[in-house]
């Protein structure tokens, strides 16, 4: 494991307001967790960023030190790219902030969000973007990796409604890009991945969205698979924006609304969500019913971010999600 200098630590402690983790320190294994369990990197040290300052301090101490740097945003890339082995990660999960502008129907949300806080946020007015389905998953590896979730088909990917970034450059450079500012370096951070900057604040455009929305799932036997898939294609032919429909292929999880018999039993299920008038959503989704026999299924109007948070329990690998 590196030793980093002490005098060099006790100049970066001095412009840098979060906590800092060396190995031997309390709390240090817990900040090196990550949504998937499986990643064991362990970072020389561990800085939680909460500010655009503290991250440009970050940014300095690790490029002066020659280290090897990770940033974490929600934590929830399934390669572990937020962590890694004897360098610096620059953790900004305690950058929370979300604002919304209501009139302009703008969102301004830090870089530790994840969809949860940001979806909280923004439907407190009815608003949304078009984010993941797992309300555990970070807004900036999502937004910086495209992203894409129930209300593309009507609003776009992520990166379609993402109307500037304010970033550090790896020499410490607080910039803006937008549209019109930086329009190069914008570009790439729209799907290009965290490799250009890290990102300290996202502008996001807003719609308006439920807040109450139809939603829920429809599970058949693994057995109809051919009849389900072969009538979903000619369904999606005409399919609205509105509505979205996925579909699903595992085994049966748990789920309250299906006989104990089928827990555990290779399914496929439809899950759907209609972003538009419930009871239009209602006659659309009615054909899906006759795809096969199902199993069972649970479709209601339900709030959105009840429905963001469906899948969370299902989609739950880590010590932290
Ligand atoms: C269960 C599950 C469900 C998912 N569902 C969806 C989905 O519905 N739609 C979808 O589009 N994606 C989905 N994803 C993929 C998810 O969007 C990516 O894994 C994304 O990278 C997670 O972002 P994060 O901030 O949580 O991750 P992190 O692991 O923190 O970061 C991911 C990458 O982005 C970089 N990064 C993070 N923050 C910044 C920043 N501020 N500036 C610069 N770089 C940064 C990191 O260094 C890392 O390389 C899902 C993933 C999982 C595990």
Not at 140 to 154: N, V
Not at 159 to 167: E, H, P, W
Not at 243 to 266: K, N, Q, T, Y
């Amino acid at each position: 494991m590196t030793r980093l200098p002490p005098a060099a630590i006790d100049t970066f402690r001095g412009l840098f307001s979060g906590p800092m983790f060396q190995p031997a320190d309390a709390g240090y294994h817990e900040a090196r967790q990550i949504w998937n369990a499986m990643i064991d990197r362990k970072p020389a040290l561990i800085v939680q960023c909460h500010s655009a300052e503290d991250v440009v301090a970050a940014v300095n101490f690790g490029r002066d030190q020659s280290m090897l740097i990770s940033v974490k945003g929600g934590g929830h890339n399934i390669a572990g790219n937020a962590v890694c082995d004897d360098g610096l990660m620059i953790d900004l999960s305690p950058m929370r902030d979300v604002e919304v502008d209501v009139v302009k129907q703008r969102a301004f949300v830090g870089p530790g969000c994840t969809l949860a806080h940001f979806d909280a946020a923004a439907q407190a007015h009815g608003l949304a973007t078009p984010l993941g389905i797992n309300s555990t998953t970070g807004v900036a590896g999502l937004t910086l990796g495209g992203g894409f979730g129930w209300l593309s088909r009507k609003f776009g990917m992520t990166v379609d409604n993402l109307v500037s970034v304010d970033m550090v450059t790896a020499d410490g450079r607080q910039t803006r890009a937008s549209a019109t500012e930086n329009p190069d370096l914008f570009w790439g951070t729209r799907g290009g991945g965290g490799n250009f900057g890290i990102v300290t604040r996202f502008e996001f455009q807003l719609h308006p969205v439920g807040p109450e929305l139809l939603s829920g799932l429809i599970v058949f036997p693994f057995n109809q698979a051919k009849s389900v898939l072969t009538q979903f294609a000619r369904f999606t032919e005409t399919m609205p924006d509105e509505l979205s429909v996925w579909l699903v292929i595992r085994h049966a999880p748990p789920l309250p609304f299906l006989p104990d018999s089928v827990h555990g039993e290779p399914i496929i299920a439809l899950a759907i969500c209609y972003a538009g008038d419930p009871e239009i959503g209602e006659e659309l989704i009615a054909p899906l019913r006759s795809f096969g026999k199902a199993h069972g299924e649970h479709i209601g109007v339900q709030p959105y971010v009840n429905w963001q948070q469906a899948f969370d329990p299902l989609l739950t690998n880590g010590a932290r999600n």
